[in-house]
């Protein structure tokens, strides 16, 4: 398989994991606030189970059919 060098793309890529490394900070500054006489150690245990269980996201963050990102990628 030929590795993809479309500089647009990567972009697109690298973006993608700078805004879900944001949005996990947030969730974590938002545990804290919640539940502020917790450990470090029980926040990211309940950070875990809120990237596990994603409530009210069962099947996604957007409306319509769930799909694999390898449908759209090869």
Known sequence: MKPVR???LIA???TTFDLYEAAEAMM???LRRRFPQE???QIETRLL???HDRP???TGDA???SFRVR???P
């Open 6 to 8: 479309d500089p647009a």
């Open 12 to 14: 697109r890529v690298q």
């Open 28 to 30: 974590r500054q938002n």
């Open 39 to 41: 450990s470090p150690e």
């Open 49 to 51: 189970a809120w990237l």
């Open 56 to 58: 009210g996201a069962e």
């Open 63 to 65: 409306a319509g059919p």
């Open 71 to 73: 449908c759209v990628l």
